[in-house]
């Protein structure tokens, strides 16, 4: 089997089961909460905007922020805390950011979003760069939760595997366009000679790369 190949299959088998995943946590939310529809989150409106509905403090065990006491707790017992201390510096001069965030966390752990709109929230409140080092701190918060743990492991996996074909970035769910057996941001989805926007119908492909019909190279 040729390198190209391997890749291929593993590919799917993450596609494969994140879409699992996915979909468990949504017939979870289905039959958990059927009175709360989850609703896309548009790009246009980033969850920092979003102003809290109740005024419900975060428990302790749906909120993945350390706190700094927490911190010092449980350096004493020799653990590795490196990323919790650069997201807490981080969070430190982000508050608003957090507030929102520990709102979303909250809907998660309690079933009324899915794994792949948590995983968007995620990027689209820290950024792609902290997201790693978000992730396994709500992994860890998630400890009791096994299913919902798999579900975002497993979203991160597919949505890693997924780079745009044209800026490798992380391609979240409601900004992708799947051409050509790769993922494109909407905004990426253009010729590469050209760079006028491309659609589904006029855009062609040869290997892994995308043209308009008039710039695409004669085979
Ligand atoms: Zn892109
Ligand atoms: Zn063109």
């Known amino acids: 089997m040729s390198e190209e190949e391997k890749e291929k299959e593993r590919q799917e088998a993450i596609t494969a089961r994140a879409e699992a995943a996915a979909e468990e946590a949504k ?6 909460t059927p009175s709360t529809p989850s609703t896309p989150i548009s790009p246009t409106s980033p969850p920092t905007t979003e102003t809290p509905s109740g005024s419900a ?13 927490q911190l010092e707790d449980e350096e004493k017992s020799g653990q590795d805390l490196s990323l919790e201390r650069e997201l807490f510096a981080y969070l430190e001069g982000n508050k608003d950011r957090m507030k929102a965030f520990s709102m979303h966390s909250q809907k998660y752990a309690q079933g009324k979003i899915t794994a792949f709109m948590y995983y968007y929230m995620i990027g689209k409140t820290f950024g792609d760069e902290l997201v790693p080092i978000v992730l396994p701190l709500l992994l860890k918060a998630l400890a009791n939760d096994p299913k919902k743990q798999e579900a975002l492991r497993c979203y991160h996996l597919y949505a890693i595997a997924k780079g745009c074909g044209r800026c490798n970035k992380i391609v979240y769910f409601p900004e992708e366009v799947r051409f050509a057996d790769k993922s494109w941001h909407r905004w990426c989805f253009k010729c590469m000679e050209c760079n006028i926007t491309l659609d589904l119908k006029s855009a062609t492909s040869r290997g892994k790369k995308i043209w308009c019909i008039k710039h695409v190279p004669k085979e």
Do not use: L
């Not at 403090?57 to 006491?69: F, K, L, Q, V, Y």
């Open 57 to 69: 403090e975060p428990s302790p065990a749906s909120t993945p922020t350390p706190t700094g006491r």
């Open 27 to 32: 017939e979870e939310t289905e039959s958990t």
